[in-house]
């Protein structure tokens, strides 16, 4: 296969899908097909592109400041170096999170940040320090450079040669015009040389192109994957923590749900069981001034009465 050069295409346009409780949006063409146009593979090719600088700098600074630290060890400066180093790597991850959100849509939650018990910079070195968020910022800024490189180049390597080769036919005219070649050489030594120039060649030069733009997109899933797990992993907060938050909503939905029901309960009775008992008191008040004229209409009355209050018991 002949190495061909494309233009670095980059169009981060997003896509409605996923955003929002929409009905499910019924598609002529299969996923397969749809992929390479689709908002979420360009998404996650930018994500890719831009995983090399950032991570890049971010290895950079915590090698140099993390050896400056271990260095200065020896005299007190070494300890805030190191604590720096870890706030630094802590401010990258804010700006990671913030990054996967916007491009892979994982939404991570921020981790508690690390405070000392009173003010002043001691605690708060102590503070970074002790905090095991800290020093998983910075094993992902160690062990996400390699990753972003190797991502970097795949991505970077399919998608360009995928488009270039599948629109060959468009621009095959500028090597005749250029440089009065046939097109990209196969091979060539001093007596033969073989040039993709045939419009069979051609044809299936762009079929190969089509091939690998199709398979590309399903590459880059696969590579975003792998950052979406180092993110979750290392920049969110730890699994005790998000526990100890799980309970404490958990709590607030039953005081929430015990209140609401005490206020129901309440409610019942002032307007239901406070009722009958006032109609009850009038009752069993006319009841008794009717007692020596009337017997008869007395005793219905204690008797609507007594009805009475086995409905304000229930």
């Known amino acids: 296969m002949a190495t061909a050069y494309g233009p670095d295409t980059r169009d981060h346009q997003r896509s409605g899908a996923g955003f929002g409780d929409r009905p499910p949006v019924k598609h002529v063409f299969p996923a397969a097909l749809r992929a390479p146009l689709e908002g979420r593979t360009w998404r996650e090719f930018g994500y890719l592109l831009l995983s090399l600088p950032i991570s890049t700098v971010l290895f950079s600074l915590s090698i140099a400041l993390t050896s400056l630290s271990a260095g200065m060890l020896i005299t007190f400066l070494g300890i805030p170096i190191?604590?720096?180093?870890?706030?630094?790597?802590?401010?990258f991850g804010a700006l990671e999170r913030a990054r996967a959100r916007g491009l892979l849509g994982l939404d991570v939650a921020d981790p508690a940040p690390a405070r000392g018990k009173t003010g002043g910079l001691m605690p708060w070195v102590g503070a970074?320090?002790?905090?095991?968020?800290?020093w998983r910022h910075l094993l992902y800024a160690l062990l996400h450079f390699p990753w972003a490189v190797f991502a970097f180049v795949v991505s970077l390597t399919f998608w360009?040669?995928?488009?270039?080769?599948?629109?060959?036919?468009?621009?095959?005219?500028?090597?005749?015009?250029?440089?009065g070649a046939g097109g990209i050489q196969l091979y060539g030594d001093d007596h033969r040389r073989i040039y993709l120039d045939a419009p069979f060649e051609l044809a299936a030069t762009s079929v190969c192109g089509l091939v690998v733009v199709l398979i590309t997109p399903w590459i880059i899933r696969g590579l975003t994957s792998v950052d979406r797990l180092m993110v979750a992993g290392l920049l969110g907060p730890s699994r005790l923590a998000t526990r100890v938050s799980e309970l404490e909503s958990d709590r607030?939905?039953?005081?929430?749900?015990?209140?609401?029901?005490?206020?129901?309960?309440?409610?019942d009775l002032h307007d239901g069981a406070q009722a009958r008992l006032v109609a009850l008191a009038m009752d069993l008040g006319l009841a008794k001034e009717k007692l020596t004229d009337d017997p008869e209409a007395a005793a219905r009355?204690?008797?609507?009465?007594?009805?009475?209050?086995?409905?304000?018991?229930q």
């Not at 009355?301 to 409905?311: L, P, Y």
């Open 82 to 91: 190191l604590a720096g180093t870890l706030a630094m790597c802590r401010g």
């Open 128 to 134: 970074v320090l002790k905090s095991g968020v800290s």
């Open 160 to 179: 360009s040669c995928g488009w270039a080769t599948f629109t060959y036919p468009l621009w095959q005219w500028i090597f005749p015009a250029t440089i």
């Open 252 to 267: 607030g939905v039953v005081v929430d749900t015990a209140a609401a029901d005490l206020r129901r309960i309440e409610r």
């Open 301 to 313: 009355m204690v008797d609507e009465a007594h009805g009475e209050v086995k409905v304000a018991l």
